[in-house]
């Protein structure tokens, strides 16, 4: 009775290669070796990038004969949606993809009426355990490619202007393929797709050494650093890997990251009832970053399944956004967008996963 559990387990092998893989020099390579001109490739980067498409029967400018040969070796199907839910009247659009092996990544669209806010995956799965994230309970599967990282927000169709790496999986234990991804978010077309660097959120438990090789990439990409604790006894139970690199050892590679970038560092707190959010947490985090290029945005718990752990009583959260201002610290309390789709931290990815076997 295994043995057709084994076959049925997915193939866990690298996903096919895509021309966002690649930088514009590696596309023209990979056009010639095609049998193609190179400059096939500018023109296929232009209609994936430049409009957001990769239906061959749009690209009238290539040869029809070649046309569904190139676009299968340059842009291969990489992301199937199997599920999409929306809410806030339909502002609010969050994804479910199958990749190519069956593993399930989730994105999510947020429209506000200045922007539109991409939420990606960096990982499916992620390796960093904190007990409080949905994604953490799993386990990591795989790094995504960087083409899956990208094609997550090209098939929202060119109308995001921000990126945030707050979707499932740790993105600085993926360095090689987030840092591609970046750069093919924030080229010009037909390079990448022209995001504003600025506009997009690295969001990381703290991976020091993989902070300060973010510093050195000359981008101006926003860190956020997920504390969610100022001291080293609580963050090691709600962040794992601070056993590895301490609360002092990370804040000061983000000013590292905030000299080298003169950009401002995001704290990412999520305010868990009687667990971080006592008065005396709130000023020793105030402590902590007073006097940094720093802001701080507070997230009230999303409670996870079975979690015992729930968010802030709303007087706490207040108290706890005073004691920070006190200290003249820029302190927001995050929107909770999508809460009602399982919004944040792999939660949907978890629930198809649990339809699918079940
Ligand atoms: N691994 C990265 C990015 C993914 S999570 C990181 O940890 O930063 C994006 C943010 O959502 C992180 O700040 C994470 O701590 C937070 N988060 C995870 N689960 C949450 C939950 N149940 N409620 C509120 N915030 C949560």
Same mark, same amino acid.
């Given at each position: 009775m295994s043995l057709p559990l084994v076959l049925d387990a997915p193939r866990r092998g690298k996903p096919p290669r895509h021309l966002?893989?690649?930088d514009p020099a590696q596309r023209r390579a990979a056009a010639v070796e095609a049998g193609q001109p190179a400059y096939r490739a500018d023109q296929l980067s232009r209609h994936y990038f430049g409009r957001t498409t990769s239906d061959?029967?749009? +690209?009238?400018?290539?040869p029809t004969l070649s046309r569904d040969r190139l676009v299968a070796t340059?842009?291969?199907?990489?992301l199937e949606p199997v599920r999409m839910v929306e809410c806030d009247a339909g502002a609010t659009r969050k994804t479910v993809w199958r990749l190519h092996d069956g593993s399930l990544v989730e994105s999510v669209l947020m429209r506000y009426p200045d922007r539109v806010t991409m939420c990606v995956s960096?990982?499916?799965?992620?390796?960093?355990?904190?007990?409080?994230?949905a994604t953490g309970q799993g386990g990591l599967t795989r790094n995504l490619s960087t083409a899956e990282i990208v094609d997550q927000v090209v098939r929202a169709g060119g109308e995001v202007d921000n990126v945030v790496f +707050?979707?499932?999986?740790?993105p600085l234990a993926n360095y090689a393929a987030v840092s591609r991804a970046l750069r093919r978010l924030t080229e010009p077309a037909p390079a990448g797709l022209g995001i504003g660097q600025r506009r997009v959120t690295v969001s990381t438990v703290g991976l020091v050494p993989a902070i300060d090789r973010l510093s050195e990439e000359g981008l101006q990409v926003t860190l956020a650093i997920s504390l969610h604790a100022p001291d080293d006894e609580l963050r090691d139970t709600l962040v794992p890997v601070n056993t590895r690199w301490k609360v002092a050892q990370v804040l000061d590679a983000a000013w590292r990251y905030a000299a080298v970038t003169g950009r401002r560092i995001s704290i990412e707190y999520a305010l868990i009832r009687d667990i971080n959010d006592q008065p005396e947490r709130a000023h020793l985090l105030g402590n902590l970053l007073r006097g940094k290029l720093v802001h701080v945005n507070l997230i009230p718990l999303n409670p996870t399944p079975g979690s015992v752990w729930t968010a802030s009583a709303p007087e706490a959260e207040t108290d706890f956004v005073m004691i920070l201002r006190s200290y003249g610290v820029a302190t927001t309390v995050r929107d909770t967008r999508g809460r009602e789709i399982d919004g944040a931290c792999g939660q949907l990815a978890a629930a198809s996963v649990g339809e699918e076997q079940g």
């Amino acid at each position: 009775m295994s043995l057709p559990l084994v076959l049925d387990a997915p193939r866990r092998g690298k996903p096919p290669r895509h021309l966002a893989d690649l930088d514009p020099a590696q596309r023209r390579a990979a056009a010639v070796e095609a049998g193609q001109p190179a400059y096939r490739a500018d023109q296929l980067s232009r209609h994936y990038f430049g409009r957001t498409t990769s239906d061959p029967a749009l +690209m009238t400018d290539l040869p029809t004969l070649s046309r569904d040969r190139l676009v299968a070796t340059m842009l291969p199907a990489l992301l199937e949606p199997v599920r999409m839910v929306e809410c806030d009247a339909g502002a609010t659009r969050k994804t479910v993809w199958r990749l190519h092996d069956g593993s399930l990544v989730e994105s999510v669209l947020m429209r506000y009426p200045d922007r539109v806010t991409m939420c990606v995956s960096s990982q499916a799965g992620c390796g960093m355990a904190c007990p409080f994230c949905a994604t953490g309970q799993g386990g990591l599967t795989r790094n995504l490619s960087t083409a899956e990282i990208v094609d997550q927000v090209v098939r929202a169709g060119g109308e995001v202007d921000n990126v945030v790496f +707050m979707g499932m999986g740790e993105p600085l234990a993926n360095y090689a393929a987030v840092s591609r991804a970046l750069r093919r978010l924030t080229e010009p077309a037909p390079a990448g797709l022209g995001i504003g660097q600025r506009r997009v959120t690295v969001s990381t438990v703290g991976l020091v050494p993989a902070i300060d090789r973010l510093s050195e990439e000359g981008l101006q990409v926003t860190l956020a650093i997920s504390l969610h604790a100022p001291d080293d006894e609580l963050r090691d139970t709600l962040v794992p890997v601070n056993t590895r690199w301490k609360v002092a050892q990370v804040l000061d590679a983000a000013w590292r990251y905030a000299a080298v970038t003169g950009r401002r560092i995001s704290i990412e707190y999520a305010l868990i009832r009687d667990i971080n959010d006592q008065p005396e947490r709130a000023h020793l985090l105030g402590n902590l970053l007073r006097g940094k290029l720093v802001h701080v945005n507070l997230i009230p718990l999303n409670p996870t399944p079975g979690s015992v752990w729930t968010a802030s009583a709303p007087e706490a959260e207040t108290d706890f956004v005073m004691i920070l201002r006190s200290y003249g610290v820029a302190t927001t309390v995050r929107d909770t967008r999508g809460r009602e789709i399982d919004g944040a931290c792999g939660q949907l990815a978890a629930a198809s996963v649990g339809e699918e076997q079940g």
